[in-house]
């Protein structure tokens, strides 16, 4: 059975899309690097879509702002009311939000906004814990809610919000927040920095209703390796990380492959 | 020589070209209802101090002294202390006025002031969006207001409302604008 | 800005015989040429330099350039080994890794960007992040990391415009590096009234590369091909101009306009798009020059990579792209706009590669202008030849662009100081460590790298924080990881820049081995004042001394009985305003070989029950210590002692302490001494895990502040207890003293108990306290709680 096809679109400013291409081929799917100057039908023949981090057109006027107007997203739209998965990382989640795709009502209904953090401004990038919420989302379905993930933040502009009050606080309850930020011991994260950014309701990630389509701000590509996650990392990642250097096993995978996992499941499954 | 209460403009806009307002130009035509027949589109920082001022002169020159302000190699900056002041703004262009809910304040330029003049001022910081269309767009103010605020994909861009503010002028800009109270 | 006309006489062959008056007159038109050199040039082209010649050979000849005060000195450098493929001279440095990668190579471009930082910090020093890059990317490479170290005044005496650089700086850093996707692997900072007035943005890039595809700049040897220049990326305009000048000259003035400006979301397009012409050039074995354009802009571009490769070149200037503007030709050729390369290519390919920049890529809607075109073409003529239209504005001998500029320089060396008895102390040894912690050399950096994205590429196993040097793994499918640390303390420099300099080679080495990586290359920075001060001159020929001489002696784990090499540097002089030049500033880069990135050692203490031992020398003397300088109150202090012959057995223990993973921790002892290591071993872990450290210092056999803050060279490893007989055995094989100082204590705190028997304690807690304080609070501009 040929391997399911993922497009990464490759915006002029993403910079994450090798390592994520890695990660998708790793779990056994078959990635391609998609130009933004392809002609958008061309994407019709792909299964899965992934929108890598960077800063596609330098975040001009607003990060993502531009991308989302670009006819690759109009198809890409199109594909995923077909039900096909879109994942956003970062930036992509960014475009995600920016085209209306997440959470995939009428029209646009989120922002990720500048970070609101006590003491500092701007860019901010360290390691936290997300938690996996129940959730239909096609790339955590496969995860018991309450496990604990480590995963990399980098970004300045993170924090779901909407003009809305309780937006977000609603998406979660109807399911559509799959990952929140956490303690390492799994509590809800209590404010800055286990809460990066101050999302609302903790949000890490935010899906649409039928589960799909994903905007995540961690970086999974970026935590492939369970030897190579950082030594602060405790608990069963913590002992993952000890186990693989311990043994010599560069290659022993990290909590990021479980989120590229969820998808190839998924893409087996269809 | 320190006036009384008073709010300043500083209207900034690069001496080449911007990619930014290029982009969004290009983007808008091709994409968006309300851009269809936009002639024009520049990105312009409008800065607004509030507070016991200089005189023009004054002024002027220490928001040249300073890149909390603007950059004299790669910048031109307008001043504006009352509303008859010119604009650097066509006769028939209008502005959309964007800032970050709640962030338009900026704490690096005042300390600097502080640190200059002895002085405690208010700096806010938006930007100015200055719109230009051809003759055939029949409402204007109806394209402008679409290009404004981001409803989905075919329809705005400037302001994202679930994070910013954004403020429409057209003919007379406001004095002050970004500042709520005088 | 200059104001002539190209193609006109800068000066007749009259006005030539009065040399001082012509480079006045230069001068005033934003032209720096010496008078020996206005005769040099009228004798070099046997005739009087047209307008533009004189612009391009006062660049050319500019400090920055021509490294003229320096370069004879800079032979010292040992930069030869078996594993170095290209040594300094171009670019970047090329050395080759050790079997099973020795497909590959290592690009390393070390650079620096003062002035700029100090006009324009978030411009300065981006654009300083982007020349390096382009050093790398031009020898054929893909970037795989950058790192910096930064040199600021006085946060709290020097007021609010030393704090302004110091955020700005590091935002010019972060907002180019994060976005080129390029991951910060860490650097230095130090703090210090001497740098007010000029601070130091210091830059290294790092690179991996086919070691069969390395690019040179040169126009390739095949004489029977006709080859093009084609030059890519950002149209021309006026940016920068004179940068090299004024890099060469004291500060004063509005010089924002001098400062470049940088673009990563180009730079970033270019790279990928750069990378996809390597790739094609490669497959069809298609020979090719490469470089990128920096100070001197087109002209020292293609005037080099034709003198390199020994032909001639013309160039047409109005083929290149440029900004719709009218720009005099002389501007055109010397402007320092950003973001842009120059290949060399058979004309017959130069279609098909252009193409690739303008429609594939679609540079020109990436940035208004961008792209590809030819511009001129290499021949044998022997000469250099511009043309603006139909005009010639530049015909010299191509030897004279590279006939180099050599100034003798009066120097004076110093006389070492003696090393420093303290005469006060300080009793309170509690207060004393929270001090060095809570003050601006002593406090945590974190605050500052978080501006960093330290992931992207996905290659990081050991990030900034995290351990003495930052680990990086060389590919997905290969065991192998680099290591990179740096070292240069400015007060031992400033104090003894001979004996400083050997510190420096062997601080950047230790912290290498400290995270297993056995040191493999070096680059250096030298940063100055003036070359006309003999004191200052005398300084430098002190520290390259110093700094051959420790190279000499580290090599061995790479290659037995080689140095370690210099493979790339860059000399900064002029720093310095008035009287006041910067303290002697070298800055080395150490990149170390780990084998199998599995075994990279971190600062964090791993399991309660371990054993603490400390290796290196005696804990005797507290000259050249921050406690000293910061508790005790005094600032004039000898470096300690350093014997190369140890140290280099010292590094080796540490390396095979990794390799054979006896030790599960490793941190080398240097600024604030013992003391602050283990503070940092215990603030390096989670609070989670709740470790902490005991030890009992009486086995030193030094007083109690000696024993807590000395900082001679001196490494601990955290070892699990059956390993300690190992760790002993090869400090006794090596003669290297070694003391069991401690354990890991399953409690968040550091208790010592001292020489003398008192014992002193602190919390987890008050430890972070203190060191988290300082950059957060000089970031938010809040004044220090008395």
Redesign the interface.
Known sequence: MTPARVAVIRFPGVNCEAESARALARVGLEPELFMWTRTPSDLRDFQAYLLPGGFAYQDRVRAGALAAKDPLVETLSEEASRGKPVLGICNGAQVLVEAGLVPGGAGVELALARNHMPDRSGYYARWVYARVEPSPCVFTRGLSPGMVLPLPVAHGEGRFTSSETGRVEALARAGQVPLRYASSDGVDADGFPANPNGADAGAAAVCNGAGNVLALMPHPERAQDAGALPAAVVGVWGEARAAARLRGERDARGPGLLLFEGLRRHLMEA | MAGKRAVAQAWIEPV??D??A???L??AR???SGGRALRSLRRLRLIELSGALPARAGLEGLLHRS?QFY????ERCVVRMAAADALPLGGREQVVLVF?RG?ERR??AE??WR?ETGRDIEVREGVAWVIGFEPLETDPAGAVAELAA????R????C?????EHRIAAGKVPLPWITLRT | MTTGTGSALAYTAEEARDPAAVAVQLAARGVTLEPDEVTLLVELLGRPPLWAEAVLFAILWSEHCSYKSTRHLLKRLPTAAPHVVVGPGEDAGVVALPAPCDDLALVLAHESHNHPSQVLPVEGAATGVGGIVRDVVCMGAEVIGVLDALRFGDPHAGGVAVRDIVRGVVRGIADYGNALGVPNLGGDVYFDAGFDANCLVNVMALGLAPRDGILHSRVPEDSETPWVFVLVGKPTDESGFGGASFASGELGGDQRGAVQLPDPFLKRVLNVANAELMRRVRERGIAAGFKDLGAGGVACATSELAAAGGCGAEIQLDQLHRVPRRIPPEVLLCAETQERYCWVLPEGYAAEACDLFNREFALGAVCPGAGARVIGRADRSGRYRVMWGDERVVDCPVEAITTGRRVQRPARRRPPPAPARPQNAAPDVHGALLALLGSWNGCSREYLFRHYDSEVQGRTWLRPGEGDAAVIRVHPERAMGVAVAVGGNPYWCGSDPELGARHAVAEAARNVACAGGRPWALTDCLNFGHPQEAQVMGDIAATLEGLAVAAESLGGLAARGEPLPFVSGNVSLHNQSGERAVPASPIVWCVGVVHDVTTSLGLALQGAGDFLVLVGETRDELTGSAYAREVLGEPDGAPPSLDLAREARLQELAVLAAEGCWARAAHDVSDGGLAVALAEMVMAGPPERGLGIEVDLAVLEASAPAALFSERPAIVLEVAPERAARVFQAARERSLLAWPIGTVAAAPLLRARLPGGDTVQWTAEELRAAAEAPLARLWNERQEET
């Open positions: 080449n070209d990619p930014e290029v982009s969004a290009a983007v091709a994409h968006l890149i950059n004299p190699a790669k970050e962030e704490g690096g300390r600097w640190h981001l409803r989905d994909r329809h705005g861009l400037l994202n409302p679930h994070a910013q």
